[in-house]
């Protein structure tokens, strides 16, 4: 009973390890007796012992493979170091297992092929600034040779261009100057522009102060326009007062000869006096003179005569 008991249990241990799960994301490839049979997807599966065998495990997940920096002749003689990263991912595991001896090996020297290929026609300059165009085309090329082997290529990218010592010093030379030159326009524009600016804000001062005294000239001139245009109605309104009035010939004669003083009320006064005006002086003088009418020159009093001396007193 308990040879049976035990051979039972070796039965069922023999058994469960004939069960095999294959997790997600991860493909068996089966040989049977040394020949390709079936390819296990995720899940349980029963081997046959002996006869059937795994002979490869496959991940199906997106892989990297980052190369080591490789030299590179660029087409103007500059050799320098490039070290690329590639993303690709199975999608067959049966070309992936039969299709090339060493899969990850053979990858990897396909793209340093193909990097130097695509770096041998450019110059360092096209280099350094075209590293999209090289992602792009090193994805296409590897995307379309891999496909025999089960493999597709995501993506190329370079990871890091480093050239040679002295190129990188020239460079560095090289970004220095183009600073400095930058930094030279960057200065000229500011005095430039700060020039502009006090040219236009002294420009914009001149037209004010012009603009000020154009308008004082304009307000003196209207200032004095009126005082002229009041001095005039005044002398207007008061001539004609006097013809309202009712005025004989004397009071305007009067008023000429008012006139005539006010003239003659300077240093370098020099009148004309027609003959009327002389006549008329000379007629109003004599009118005064015999009527005593508008003679307002008084006589000079008499002098007071002293008393004689009384000789009685003197004594």
């Known amino acids: 009973m308990p040879f049976v008991i035990g051979f039972i249990a070796l039965i069922i241990i023999f058994l469960l390890s004939c069960l095999k799960i294959v997790p997600q994301a991860t493909e068996y490839v089966i040989e049977f007796l040394g020949k390709y049979q079936t390819t296990w997807e995720a899940g349980l599966h029963f081997k046959i012992p002996i006869l059937q065998r795994i002979s490869r495990r496959v991940t199906l997940k997106e892989q990297v493979l980052d190369s080591a920096p490789q030299p590179v002749i660029t087409k103007d003689n500059v050799t320098m170091r490039i070290d690329t990263v590639v993303y690709y991912r199975i999608f067959d595991a049966k070309l992936y297992t039969y299709g090339v001896v060493d899969p990850i090996n053979a990858l990897e020297n396909l793209t340093a092929t193909t990097l130097r290929n695509l770096v041998g026609e450019l110059e360092l300059d096209g280099t350094l600034t075209s590293r999209d165009t090289i992602n792009g085309k090193m994805t296409a090329i590897l995307d379309e040779a891999t496909d025999k082997w089960g493999m597709k290529v995501n993506r190329v990218e370079l990871k890091n261009i480093i050239p040679?010592?002295?190129?990188?010093?020239?460079?560095?030379?090289?970004?220095?100057?183009?600073?400095?030159?930058?930094?030279?326009?960057?200065?000229?524009?500011?005095?430039?522009?700060?020039?502009?600016?006090?040219?236009?804000?002294?420009?914009?001062?001149?037209?004010?102060?012009?603009?000020?005294?154009?308008?004082?000239?304009?307000?003196?001139?209207?200032?004095?326009?009126?005082?002229?245009?009041?001095?005039?109605?005044?002398?207007?309104?008061?001539?004609?007062?006097?013809?309202?009035?009712?005025?004989?010939?004397?009071?305007?004669?009067?008023?000429?000869?008012?006139?005539?003083?006010?003239?003659?009320?300077?240093?370098?006064?020099?009148?004309?006096?027609?003959?009327?005006?002389?006549?008329?002086?000379?007629?109003?003088?004599?009118?005064?003179?015999?009527?005593?009418?508008?003679?307002?020159?008084?006589?000079?009093?008499?002098?007071?005569?002293?008393?004689?001396?009384?000789?009685?007193?003197?004594?």
């Open 164 to 315: 040679p010592e002295e190129i990188q010093n020239a460079m560095e030379k090289q970004m220095k100057a183009e600073r400095d030159r930058r930094e030279t326009l960057l200065q000229a524009e500011g005095h430039k522009a700060a020039a502009i600016t006090r040219a236009e804000g002294d420009k914009q001062a001149m037209i004010l102060a012009a603009e000020g005294e154009r308008d004082a000239r304009i307000a003196r001139a209207e200032g004095e326009a009126k005082a002229i245009y009041l001095a005039k109605k005044a002398e207007a309104d008061g001539l004609l007062a006097l013809k309202e009035a009712g005025a004989d010939a004397a009071v305007l004669e009067l008023k000429k000869y008012e006139a005539l003083v006010k003239l003659a009320d300077g240093t370098a006064a020099k009148l004309i006096i027609p003959t009327d005006a002389v006549n008329a002086v000379t007629n109003n003088a004599i009118f005064s003179e015999t009527t005593g009418i508008g003679d307002v020159t008084k006589s000079a009093p008499k002098p007071i005569e002293s008393e004689k001396a009384d000789p009685c007193c003197d004594e």
